[in-house]
């Protein structure tokens, strides 16, 4: 089945570590995003690739780090910058226009120690 | 910029009845809208994807209209089961934006 994998479900950060969130889809995407989730907020886009090797910043992009080496994978690391990371991630994927809407995986608790 | 506001937060409703789901947004200049659904802890499901150019989506007991004149959206579930519960988030995308702007979200929970 097609489908976007995000790996690991539950995630433990220590002060001033990195971390990285993966995300593989195999519904042969372009695009794809990666949004934070925080208990009475709306997903807040964090940043998209449209396009392997190419990304762009969203909303809350700053101590976050991603790359787009494949068009199937699209990690996200968690840098010490980012100074309450402890939230939900969800990684989404869509073809180019968006127009069959975005499909999204499910999920990676990340909680700082 | 676009805001999309879902109210009520939270909707308790006994198993069995029709309920509505509302969603609104402030720019009219969408190019689709997609409700999902959220169970605790777990990624979101696509329900239904309205184009900009519909007015309406079914699926199952599930059917959503859309207003673009008046910025609202709603989703009607009929015949509410236990398994309902959940939290439903809409989400707009604008033209010329890659990006979708999502609601907070209603929880409901249907009682048996």
């Known amino acids: 089945d097609g489908g976007i994998t995000q790996s690991p479900k539950y995630l433990f950060r220590k002060e001033g570590q990195n971390v990285t969130l993966s995300c593989e889809q195999n519904?042969?995407?372009?695009?794809m995003y990666w949004y934070r989730q925080d208990p009475g907020q709306g997903l807040r886009l964090i940043y998209y690739?449209?396009?392997?090797?190419?990304?762009q910043k969203g909303d809350i992009a700053e101590g976050y780090s991603v790359s787009r080496e494949k068009k199937e994978s699209f990690p996200l690391t968690v840098t010490s910058a980012q100074k309450n990371p402890t939230a939900f991630y969800l990684c989404?994927?869509?073809?180019?226009?968006?127009?069959?809407?975005?499909?999204f995986g499910s999920g990676t608790r990340l909680t700082v120690v | 910029k676009q805001e999309v506001t879902q109210i009520p937060a939270a909707l308790s409703v006994p198993e069995g009845e029709n309920l509505v789901l509302n969603c609104s947004f402030t720019d009219s200049a969408i190019y689709n809208l997609q409700w999902f659904r959220q169970d605790p802890g777990k990624g979101l499901t696509s329900l239904l994807l309205i184009q900009s150019s519909q007015r309406e989506q079914t699926s199952g007991r599930l059917n959503a209209s859309l207003d673009k004149s008046s910025g609202r959206s709603t989703l009607y579930i009929a015949a509410s089961q236990p398994g309902d519960s959940a939290t439903y988030l809409c989400a707009v995308r604008d033209f010329g934006n890659e990006k979708l702007t999502f609601g907070t979200g209603t929880r409901l929970t249907i009682i048996p």
């Open positions: 519904l042969n995407h372009d695009a």
């Open positions: 989404a994927s869509s073809e180019e226009r968006g127009f069959y809407g975005y499909t």
């Open positions: 690739s449209q396009i392997v090797n190419d990304f």
